[in-house]
């Protein structure tokens, strides 16, 4: 009985650990830093558009493709409406459009995930199988051909963004899944009698989190950069103001040969920079957690010689 | 030979693939609600004996199972029904768009191999200094750029100096062979360029991990211990282990430039395939749009199984 | 005298820690080679042991530093680092990593492998380098017909005679063979060990044997030195540190391994694990496991002569003067 204890106590310590190096990472690497502040500010702007915003989103304040100013840092769109205000109404639907499309993504990848990996067997090869075929077939086609049937709406984007983008979530789960179902403690757990479920929420969930993180934040990105796609080609939602309307509404009504830039330029460096933002995180983590990047064999870099130390071996 | 069953089974996957997304595009558009989508002999303006010979072809009175076949018999000889836009064969005018498409995308996507290789290597090879933070953070930021915007950010910077649309100059009047490869050529320069940088920040990312992991291998060091000099080891051993992985994730981004695509076509008036989607959402064209989505998708299937043979022949390990 | 083939002197390598901080893997190592002779390098693993084979080669990461000497027939071959130590690799020293390792490149064939080596080295070209290869082949066992396979269509121990092979192409002096037997089961280990005993004896080879495992060192060196915490603590010939062991660690190393300790004899363990190597040892690093500590431990000891040919670092040899 003595090999027991050592055994029990290890899933709070793996927990407790993993924990902790999510937050080591960001912290020890300033790429995640970065992006992690930009999305905090971000999210702060979204949730807070309909107190900060200095005007109304549908008030006209002055003349069309209005010059910027000091009362309109960043100018006046096609409809006179100041371009601050409309960034930060934009910001506030395009994340809540990358958060739920991202959603049901995890929700449906977690779950197939979850299931091929730790059922295994025949569940196993035919989920997989799906996986490979989503996978292959070009998402953005699919989503303008779904999107044009269904019609325009907030809702229906994010369904369909939702349903194509699972893939790599079921297949970073069950591959983590996979092993970490092998690993003793759950065989130990299932011994005494534990349910599925139980394990996957006590063992699998705390081991998967922080790569179920990174991709989630990648996700986030994807989503966002497909509701700009399917709103450039006409497919949002007309009644919403998200960045991906902003950027076509100043192309379709010719912001450019108006030569109105700033009606185009922040809405599309806004995307950028949240997108760039979730890539850091997210790039960061998946970095810091594949073991097979932490030894280099070669490198520009060479060791490095130090002067001799003199203790020792040179009196024999 | 070795691994005919894996050449097999992947040629094997891509036709299966190809027959659901066939599927697919026949549940879309027939079980789907609306009278515009299920029939497809409401061609504007066609004439009676057109709309009589599309119910019979595509047997639009019969049932939904007796439809599929047929709309599967009538895609193996290359009917995709007929344009409402444009009165023609979706057939013909995709045919004319792919022509128009591919020269575009082919310069961009090597554009953006080559310099993503180029980076990639070069940010692995200088893990842990400026050069790759550079790199790395160049490539992410033209990663993160929504492709429309970037093209109209080249547009802003180039407008006067390049031509900003279309594919040809069209007050060009019967121009001799140079004369319109230039003018092709100067038109063809933003939105390949376009292209170019939006993919090549991913595939810099991709280059790089695969990379780092090679160099971690130990063969590697075996290599160095051989006393090879560093940049031998990374052409001939290093970069050749690399390749394999990113050949599976470079076909994974098919789906990728193909989005791409649409939406430079769309900012450059470039007249090809995406622009073709464009115009078929807008005039809610659906026999263009599921000829559209179609092609795409079996280009994407078929450069898919490109990319698992060459694996295939990189990589001798694959016996099955 | 004349210079020995191969000294190390002093040696130390540090690793930069991801965490902040460094690591002291090696804390002044030094060793001696004549040639054809064949030395044992021992300890439990993280001792140091491989991180020290690896300085000889100057194959270490860019997160090491290292300072110290390494000298082949008298020249320091470490000042000049990486670059200057290319020349001697392979031609001077060559190594063979352990067999677990993915040590062969997959998607090279072996004889392009050993090609490789022999052309760099200007040792043969084209047919002749083949023709080399084949013989090299064979001479550790593999049908020359072989040359055309990939490592994964060969079984563990055939690899890891490839890799033989491949070390000896250029006529080596010295062979380090780091855990050469490790993965291998059992009868192949045999085959491995018996190998290599006899190239050295063929080749004239000197042979830096690097392995946790007494037995192995037993079946194939003369001599051996102990490292522990990244020193050496005991080195001599083998015979006298199994019968007369300067250094409680390498008597309960010895007692520890149950096929030289005898059937009769009770099998030990050694209780405890050994010091961080991320921070500095106070005292004698043996000191927290040691079952003969005493008041001196506190001060560090240094390897000193016990007998002729014998060295070790232990107080206890300070108390009973030779």
């Known amino acids: 009985m003595t090999n027991v204890a050592p055994l029990i106590e290890a899933p709070a310590e793996v927990e407790s650990s993993r924990r902790g190096f999510l937050f080591q990472t960001l912290r020890r690497r300033p790429a995640a830093v970065i992006g992690a502040t930009i999305l905090v500010l971000v999210g702060l702007t979204a949730v807070l558009a309909p107190w900060i915003a200095p005007y109304g989103l549908h008030t006209q304040v002055g003349r069309v493709f209005g010059h910027p100013s000091w009362r309109h840092p960043l100018g006046l769109d096609d409809g006179g409406i100041d371009m601050v205000t409309l960034l930060m109404w934009g910001v506030r639907v395009s994340l809540v459009v990358g958060f739920a499309a991202t959603f049901v993504s995890m929700a449906i990848g977690g779950a197939i995930g979850v299931v091929a990996g730790y059922f295994g067997g025949v569940v196993d090869t035919i989920l997989m199988r799906i996986t490979d075929y989503f996978l292959v077939v070009p998402d953005v086609p699919l989503m303008i051909v779904v999107a044009a049937i269904w019609g325009p709406s907030l809702f229906h984007i994010i369904i369909v963004i939702g349903i194509l983008l699972w893939t790599s979530t079921a297949r970073v789960i069950r591959a983590q899944v996979k092993s970490v179902r092998e690993r003793v403690y759950v065989k130990r757990a299932r011994a005494l009698g534990a349910g599925h479920t139980r394990i996957v929420l006590r063992h699998v969930l705390p081991q998967v989190a922080p790569l179920l993180i990174a991709n989630t934040v990648l996700t986030i990105a994807v989503a966002i950069f497909d509701e700009t796609a399917l709103s450039f080609l006409g497919l949002g939602d007309p009644s919403t103001t998200s960045l991906g309307q902003v950027i076509e509404h100043a192309f379709e009504r010719t912001a450019i040969s108006s030569g109105a830039w700033w009606a185009i330029v922040p809405p599309g460096a806004l995307v950028a920079l949240i997108i760039l933002a979730c890539s850091l995180v997210g790039g960061s983590l998946e970095d810091a957690l594949n073991p097979r990047l932490r030894v280099a064999h070669l490198s520009a870099r060479t060791f490095r010689l130090r002067p001799l130390v003199g203790r020792g071996t040179d009196a024999l | 030979m070795r691994g005919i069953d894996y050449v097999l089974k992947r040629i094997g996957f891509a036709v299966v693939t190809i027959f659901v997304a066939v599927t697919i595009n026949f549940v879309l558009f027939r079980l789907a609600p609306g009278s515009a989508v299920t029939n497809l002999s409401r061609v504007p303006h066609a004439t009676q004996q057109l709309r009589h ?56 996507t090597l554009f953006s191999i080559l310099i993503g290789t180029l980076t990639g290597v070069i940010a692995a090879w200088r893990r842990g200094t400026p050069v790759e933070a550079l790199t790395v953070s160049s490539a992410l930021g033209f990663y993160s750029m929504p492709t429309q915007w970037l093209g109209l950010m080249l547009i802003i910077i180039f407008s006067g100096v390049l031509p900003t649309g279309g594919m040809t100059n069209e007050f060009l009047l019967n121009p001799g062979f140079w004369q319109h490869l230039k003018d092709l050529a100067s038109h063809i320069v933003l939105p390949s360029l376009t292209l170019g940088l939006v993919l090549y920040g991913e595939y810099t990312l991709i280059v790089r991990s695969a990379m780092l992991e090679t160099l971690g291998e130990d063969y590697i060091l075996t290599a160095r211990a051989k006393g090879l000099k560093p940049w031998t080891i990374v052409r001939k051993h290093a970069l050749r282990n690399a390749m394999l992985p990113i050949t599976t994730l470079v076909a994974l981004s098919l789906g990728y430039i193909v989005a791409g695509a649409i939406l430079i076509e769309i900012v450059f008036s470039w007249p090809g395939i995406g622009r073709a989607v464009y115009e078929a959402v807008l005039q809610r064209d659906y026999p263009m749009l599921q000829g559209a989505f179609l092609l795409l998708t079996i280009s994407v299937v078929i450069c898919n199984l490109i990319a698992d043979l060459l694996y295939f022949k990189l990589d001798p390990r694959i016996t099955e | 005298m004349s210079a020995p083939l191969l000294r190390v002197e002093d040696l130390h390598v540090w690793f930069d820690l991801a965490e902040g901080g460094e690591l002291h893997a090696v804390q002044g190592v030094g060793l001696s080679l004549e040639p054809g002779e064949r030395l044992g390098l021992v300890g439990e693993s993280g001792c140091g042991k491989t991180t020290t084979a690896l300085a000889i080669m100057g194959l270490l990461p860019p997160s090491a530093s290292v300072s110290g000497r390494v000298l082949i027939d008298g020249t320091d071959i470490l000042s000049g680092g990486e670059a200057a130590m290319r020349p001697h690799r392979w031609v001077d020293v060559a190594i063979v990593f352990q067999g677990a390792m993915n040590a062969l490149n997959p998607v090279r064939t072996i004889g392009e492998q050993i090609v490789e080596s022999l052309e760099l080295h200007n040792r043969a070209r084209g047919t002749a380098a083949r023709s080399r290869t084949a013989e090299l082949l064979e001479a550790v066992g593999i049908p020359a017909g072989r040359a055309a396979r ?67 060192v037993a079946q194939l060196c003369d001599r051996c030195a102990v490292m522990y915490a990244g020193e050496i603590v005991e080195r001599g010939p083998l015979d006298l540190l199994y019968h007369s062991p300067g250094h409680p660690y390498s008597r309960m190393l010895f007692a520890a391994s149950p096929d030289l300790a005898g059937l009769d004899e009770p099998v030990l363990s050694i209780p405890g694990a050994p010091p961080r190597l991320d921070r500095p040892i106070d005292g004698c690093p043996f000191r927290p496991r040691c079952d003969s500590a005493f008041a001196a431990c506190v001060e560090r000891p240094s390897l000193q002569e016990v007998a002729e040919d014998h060295a070790a670092a232990c107080h206890l040899n300070d108390r009973v003067p030779a």
């Open chain 3, 150 to 216: 990939y490592p994964h269509e060969l079984s563990g121990g055939m690899r890891q005679r490839a890799a033989i092979a491949m070390a000896l192409s250029c006529d080596p002096r010295v062979l380090i063979a780091d855990e050469p037997t490790t993965a291998l089961d059992v009868m192949v280990q045999a085959q491995i060990l018996e190998l290599l005993d006899a190239l050295c004896r063929d080749f004239g080879l000197a042979l830096v044997l690097v392995t946790h495992d007494l037995p192995v």
């Open chain 2, 53 to 108: 010979a599309l119910e019979v072809q595509f047997g639009l009175d019969k049932s939904k199972g007796e439809q599929y076949v047929i709309y599967l018999k009538q895609l193996l000889h290359g009917n995709l029904g007929v344009s409402f836009e444009y009165e023609q064969p979706v057939s013909k005018e995709l045919r004319i768009a792919l022509i128009n498409t591919l020269p575009m995308v082919t310069l961009g």
